[in-house]
């Protein structure tokens, strides 16, 4: 990657963790879940409004931890809002396969997302980038209320 590139994703990743965008409680949240990585020590609650037609209304989370981790979840609630569940499941599949480097012969378009594909060249970041994902996916399946990405 280039320098100057990498350097302005590094900046976008700062400013996320810095002003995390849609950062607080859902007073209309529908579904929840919890994700907590052990490993680095990052904690988030995220809710989220889910309309009859499984779309993502609004999304909005807490919690604590790394830079890696609040820029994640902050990027990705913006991502989410608007979009179908289905679509929000392929979203993050396309998203892991980048930051786990198994994407070598796909080329999705991912969006903003892609100023978190360096984490790829830290494996033990990796968990901080994809668990607001995982917690996410939890929450709009209303599949488990706790996660952990141990
Ligand atoms: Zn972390």
Redesign the pocket.
């Given at each position: 990657m280039m320098d100057d590139l990498k350097a302005l994703y590094q900046e976008v990743i700062i400013d996320h963790s810095r002003n995390p965008r849609n950062f607080g409680a859902l007073e209309s949240a529908n579904c929840s879940a919890e994700g907590v990585?052990p490993?680095?020590?990052?904690e988030l609650t995220l809710q989220c409004w889910l309309d009859g037609n499984d779309v993502i209304q609004d999304v909005k989370f807490v919690g604590q931890?790394?830079?890696?981790?609040i820029a994640s979840a902050s990027i990705m609630t913006e991502m989410l809002k608007g979009l179908k569940k289905s679509e929000a499941e392929s979203l993050f599949e396309d998203f892991r396969a980048r930051v786990t480097g198994l994407d070598e012969f796909r080329s999705a378009d991912i969006g903003k997302l892609e100023v978190l594909s360096g984490v790829r060249e830290f494996p033990?970041?990796v968990?901080?980038?994809t668990?607001p994902w995982h917690t996410a996916i939890a929450a709009i399946n209303r599949s488990e209320e706790q996660v952990t990405t141990e």
């Amino acid at each position: 990657m280039m320098d100057d590139l990498k350097a302005l994703y590094q900046e976008v990743i700062i400013d996320h963790s810095r002003n995390p965008r849609n950062f607080g409680a859902l007073e209309s949240a529908n579904c929840s879940a919890e994700g907590v990585n052990p490993l680095c020590g990052d904690e988030l609650t995220l809710q989220c409004w889910l309309d009859g037609n499984d779309v993502i209304q609004d999304v909005k989370f807490v919690g604590q931890g790394c830079a890696i981790s609040i820029a994640s979840a902050s990027i990705m609630t913006e991502m989410l809002k608007g979009l179908k569940k289905s679509e929000a499941e392929s979203l993050f599949e396309d998203f892991r396969a980048r930051v786990t480097g198994l994407d070598e012969f796909r080329s999705a378009d991912i969006g903003k997302l892609e100023v978190l594909s360096g984490v790829r060249e830290f494996p033990t970041r990796v968990k901080c980038a994809t668990l607001p994902w995982h917690t996410a996916i939890a929450a709009i399946n209303r599949s488990e209320e706790q996660v952990t990405t141990e």
